[in-house]
């Protein structure tokens, strides 16, 4: 492939990227296409019992790693705590530098509402890192200016308030592999809290089904940015 893409997806916590994007990133790395899941916090309090959360934290960066091999994807933990991110000047700067470095096409992240702090920041602080990255007048230890194509939110049974979806994207030949990839993690197996496993096999099948195809994921434009300007009406070209 001479020009592949590179998708990076920033999440708050390990395993919401596998649980929102994982087929789609599978599907686009599968053809030979680039994609990182960025993990701003390991997703660590949600411990096991009998595990400490620093023990927990190590537990779910190892699974993280075994699911972004079978999904074929490249996986960065960053050092923030869970249930404390911030959207600060240096966690904004961190997450721009990450940008400049990988130089990413476009950005898939947590949609804006959500009934957890974490996930509400990652979209506010993608964004403000993604105009970070780009304007020149922002030296970032020397790295050269970046600008993304622009940036999707994905689907979390914890952030649907407004969620309706814009795009739906066949995933039907990647869903095993999804499902497979997200048994990887304690949490989505095992949690007595949700039933993650279980809910998510039915988004995709359920999204599938309005899709008119087996199984489907879905991302959303940020709002404003589902526009189009042009001569002739969509769909009607003159
Ligand atoms: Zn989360």
Redesign the pocket.
Known sequence: MTNPYHIIAV???C??LELQVGSIAHKYAKVGHRVTFLHMTA?EKGTPPGVDPEEYRVQKIKESEEAADILGVETITLEYRDAELKIDDDTISHVAKIIRELKPDVALTHWVNSM?P??EACPQIVEAAWLKAALPGFDLDGLEPHGMRGMFHSENW?DMEGYEPDVFIDVSDEFDTYLKALSKYWFIMNSTSFRYYDYYQALGTMRGCLARVKYAQTLKYPTGMNVRKGADIPKLPL
């Open positions: 999440g708050a916590h395993g919401d997703g957890h974490d996930h914890e």
